[in-house]
């Protein structure tokens, strides 16, 4: 049970407030970018290649500017002329916003349509004709490590190979030094497969110039509104479109996850035909352009290694990638961490040495990858750990829960220095997995599986204990092209003691209008039903680098309860003179201050906001308003225990989830009950790729399954009932507490998932399966360890 | 070439005219301007776009508009009436079953129609009834728990809680 500090009423941290935004969203008036509608608005629709890899050898209008109400068709030597044909990426590297003569993956932007209607553009588009040259496409990452691989890159002066960078990070020679000499070690390859995130909202956006004013608004389904309007500033400020002309909008999100953080080649099209027509253009994706063209997720090739004695202590990993990028690096991640923050891959033991490496390749596939609700790369990280982890316990004969009680860093050890630099800062990581255990009644579990396996039926226990590392970042570490990942919050309190709060994050789903309000109510006792909370407007809200990677809480979070805390120490300078005491003899108590001894003296905080504005001391400043910016001194380390109970079919190998538990560690909660949303989402996301999502390539570059008639989205057919608990360990340097959760479920179920998998059938075999565990891939891993006879 | 058409939607007659290839949703969301009802893919699996024909559930994105020529549409908008919320967005609200909201609307017309023709589901049959809803938001606990909800409130049974529930 979580205590309170705050009344019901006042509704601060702890309380599971229902859900300020959800009255526009069950009344279908949310407000999304495609229901955005402006006078004179043209729809832009995208002529995409159908080819992975080719030349593009002319470009065939004529026909599609024949139709009526077809305006235009810019092709990427229109944009050369201003030089827009390309952009940057966040991670400095280059995409085309449209070609000029290459096309580098299937469904690439080749022109975009201009037209009077969307149905008109999508006629357009059907009637441009592209003749390409096909070339033989690299489909496969290690090919492109082949020096005898074609250079995809050649656009870059002097670049002779498809290698992107290197990255290391530990001691390699300890490491190697505990592997030659260890009783045990273990080795597994594992692919974690391209998804994609498939929000069900896809992108778009409406860029809405204005030629009087010199003055452009784009409406956008960013999670990073002010982000964006930097990089526009930065690409278009050589035509005249400087930052203070430039005001994003983000409107409410259907659904982000990550992939609403890059810019798209749309985006700088729209603006571009926005600036140079001068009319407002709509531009929304299909579903299909979406999966197809947007950045993926994931795509890491992985070979894990675990040292450590027969007893079954982990002394040492051994982590070794190969990213597949696609023909850029889009990934979104901050600016010195290509490869994320893998390195959190040492997982939730307590051993001194790891050492690992990732070399980044470019394909011809969609560029990326997106950090999809992942703390940039941690879902990759968790799944090599904890599925070593069972690696390990396997061969060394051991129970894979009691090998991580065994193993965890203990709860007085933090903080706790992981072998590759990150300070860890607080956890209780045996509490969680007991509990996880005793949810299920572990052992008997345990007894149950053994009796089933003599009758030949297979069920497995799968678990996955991981830790997370999210609330990107204290600055001295952590920017996007330059910019400090910091994040903001500035509160105005009204006469009548209401108040408006205004965020640089921006919510797609998580609540923001709720949970920040409640965090405000916690430190200054306003009702959350009297705090109005909005962002997604740069010319309003504070700047801030925007919601992903679990940063909101940790930065914005924390940022709200530091201007509150700033208002907190107005409030009682007002009320130690209204009272006409001493600041050092006045209490708080959520909602007033009182004097100390003397509880009938007291003035609640709307009289002392009142007074801010009608009777405040002389030599004050009047109002009552504050702005802080949070510059975390860390990151913050979630954790989770989830344990997973599968039954498989041992005929059609279907597997059914019957069980599956998860306990959480977020630190302090500040709502219950969306926290718990938040991680049931998140368990379906984990799911997914568990046994559901990959996006698939042939040899030629075709992508096989580009909609969502086979790109299987989970339903609430596959979803299994989840069933989810918390230990509470607080982050010691938050000023709430808080550590964020809105991706632990996401990174912390595919391992469980595939470790029960695994422990189904580990004892006919099978130490490893690659995801997503489908049943036909189980079939043919089982047909190959004998199991079914001929 | 277009047609004129006469549907009511939510109750009010419109007479509008269409070009044959019009989509249903578009019409809702562009001639009607109601934005409400959503589009999340174009291969008719996402549901967003569900409304109800004639009170029959359909995916606004897979019919014609011309093909709604004399029948009664019911949209998300329609749903709250003079007396407040319908059951079903109280249900959702209460029990935390949206985050972003973009399916929502969908989900919640699939559940009116699922609810008429079977006040009591069980869970399963809950969770075989909004199958062709996809949600990306929610892993649907809270989905089926507020269609658990609704169905109480509608048959005047003993609510049960809307508090999140912990092992």
Redesign the interface.
């Known amino acids: 049970m979580i205590k309170c500090k705050t009344s019901k009423e006042i509704g601060g941290m702890g309380h ?1 407030k ?2 300020k ?12 970018v ?2 955005v ?1 402006l006078p004179g608005m043209l729809y832009m629709d995208i002529v995409r290649s159908p080819y992975a890899y080719a030349k593009i050898k002319n470009i065939d209008a004529s026909k599609a500017l024949e139709i009526e109400g077809v305006v235009a068709v810019v092709t990427g030597k229109d944009l050369e002329k201003y030089g827009l044909h390309w952009m940057p990426t966040l991670m400095s590297d280059t995409q085309m916003v449209l070609p000029t003569d290459t096309v580098m993956y299937q469904a690439q932007e080749v022109c975009a349509v201009i037209a009077t209607s ?2 008109l553009a999508r006629d357009g588009k059907e009637a441009v004709r592209v003749d390409y040259e096909p070339m033989k496409p690299l489909m496969d990452p290690f090919d492109s490590m082949d020096p005898d691989s074609p250079v995809l890159r050649s656009d870059k002066e002097g670049k002779t190979d498809n290698h992107i960078w290197h990255w290391e990070v530990g001691d390699k020679d300890k490491t190697d030094s505990i592997f030659r000499n260890a009783d045990v070690t273990v080795k597994q390859q594992m692919h974690i497969p391209r998804i994609h ?6 992108c778009g956006c409406v860029a809405s110039y204005n030629k009087v004013e010199n003055h452009l608004t784009m409406y956008m389904t960013t999670q990073a509104p002010h982000a964006i309007r930097t990089v526009i500033a930065l690409v278009a400020g050589h035509v005249g479109l400087t930052e203070e002309k430039i005001r994003v909008i983000s409107p ?6 990550g992939g609403k953080v890059p810019v798209y080649p749309g985006y700088v099209i729209a603006i571009a035909v926005s600036f140079l027509t001068g009319a407002p253009i709509k531009w929304i994706e ?3 352009e979406n999966l197809q063209a947007d950045s993926f997720a994931r795509d890491y090739h992985i070979t894990a290694e675990m040292a450590g004695t027969k007893e079954g202590k982990i002394l040492a990993t051994r982590f070794k990638v190969l990213a597949d990028h696609g023909y850029t690096d889009a990934s979104a991640n901050p600016s010195k961490f290509p490869t994320g923050l893998f390195s959190i891959g040492t997982g939730s033991y307590d051993y001194g040495a790891s050492h690992m490496e990732a070399d980044a390749v470019y394909t011809n596939k969609p560029p990326g990858g997106v950090a999809y609700r992942c703390s940039f790369r941690v879902t990759e990280a968790v799944h090599a750990i904890e599925r070593m982890t069972d690696v390990f316990a396997n061969k060394v004969g051991k129970d894979p829960a009691q090998l991580r009680m065994e193993n965890f860093i203990k709860k007085e050890d933090f903080p706790w220095a992981s072998p590759t630099g990150w300070l860890y800062d607080s956890g209780d990581y045996h509490a969680g997995l007991k ?1 996880a255990m005793d ?1 299920l009644n572990y052992d008997q579990l345990r007894i149950e599986q053994a009796e089933l396996r003599k009758e030949g039926k297979l069920m497995g226990i799968g678990i996955s204990t991981f830790t997370e590392v999210v609330g990107a970042g204290p600055s001295k570490d952590f920017d996007i092209l330059g910019i400090k990942m910091f994040d903001s919050a500035e509160i105005r309190v009204h006469p009548t003691g209401k108040a408006i709060a205004r965020f640089g994050t921006k919510s ?4 923001h209008e709720t949970t920040y309000a409640q965090i405000i109510a916690e430190e200054l006792g306003i009702p959350m039903e009297n705090i109005q909370i909005e962002e997604g407007d740069t010319d309003t809200a504070p700047y801030g680098l925007g919601t992903y990677a679990s940063r909101s809480t940790p930065t914005a979070g924390a940022a709200a309860a530091m201007a509150a805390r700033k208002l907190r120490d107005k409030a009682k300078k007002i009320a130690a003179y209204l009272m006409e005491v001493s600041e050092a003899d006045l209490e708080w108590e959520p909602g007033k201050f009182y004097v100390k001894g003397a509880p009938e003296k007291v003035k609640t905080i709307q009289e002392i906001i009142f007074a801010a504005y009608t009777n405040h001391p002389p030599g004050m400043e009047g109002g009552f308003e504050a702005t802080h910016y949070y510059d975390p001194p860390n990151l913050t380390f979630p954790s989770g225990a989830y344990i997973c109970v599968v039954d498989i079919d041992p005929e059609t190998c279907h597997i059914k989830i019957r069980r599956f ?1 998860a ?1 959480d560690d977020c630190g302090n909660i500040i709502n ?3 926290v ?10 984990g799911l997914a790729p568990a046994m559901y999502e990959e996006l698939i390539y042939d040899k030629a570059g075709n992508i096989l399954n580009g ?3 086979d790109y299987l ?1 989970p ?3 596959e ?1 299994p ?6 230990t509470v360990t607080p982050a010691p340097h938050h000023p709430i507490g808080a550590k964020g959760v809105g991706e632990s479920p996401t990174v912390g179920a595919p391992p469980a998932i595939v470790n029960a998998i695994v422990d189904a059938v580990k004892h006919l075999g099978i130490e490893h399966l690659e995801i997503p565990v489908t049943p036909f891939k189980l079939y043919k891993e089982l047909k190959k360890v004998g199991y079914f006879e001929e | 070439m277009t047609k004129t058409i006469t549907l009511k939607v939510n109750g009010t007659e419109h007479t509008v005219e269409v070009e044959p290839r019009t989509l249903l949703v578009h019409l809702i969301r562009e001639n009607i301007s109601m934005t409400g009802t959503h589009i999340g893919c174009d291969t008719s699996s996402c549901g967003a776009c569900t409304i109800l024909i004639n009170g029959k559930s359909a995916k606004s994105c897979t019919i014609l508009a011309v093909q709604a020529d004399g029948k009664e549409i019911a949209t998300v908008e329609g749903l709250a009436t003079a007396e407040g919320l319908h059951p079903i967005q109280e249900g959702f609200h209460l029990n935390h079953a949206l985050h972003c909201g973009f399916c929502t609307p969908g989900m919640m017309m699939r559940a009116v129609e699922m609810l008429e023709k079977n006040p009591n589901p069980t869970e399963e049959e809950i969770r075989w009834g909004i199958s062709g809803n996809l949600c990306r938001c929610t892993g649907y606990n809270n989905i089926v728990k507020a269609i658990q909800w609704t169905s109480a409130k509608m048959q005047g049974k003993e609510l049960p809680s809307t508090e999140p529930e912990f092992v």
């Open positions: 599971s229902k859900r935004e959800d009255a526009r969203f069950i009344q279908g008036k949310g407000n999304y495609d229901d509608k969307r149905y995130v498939a929000s069900i909202e896809t409410d999100i259907g659904g982000g996850f299909d579903r299909s509990m949810a797609q789903g998580q609540g538990v306990i219950p009950m969306i718990q949303g938040q991680v049931h989402g998140g368990l379906t996301q909609t969502l008639m989205v339903t609430a057919v979803s009932h989840w069933e989810t608990g918390h």
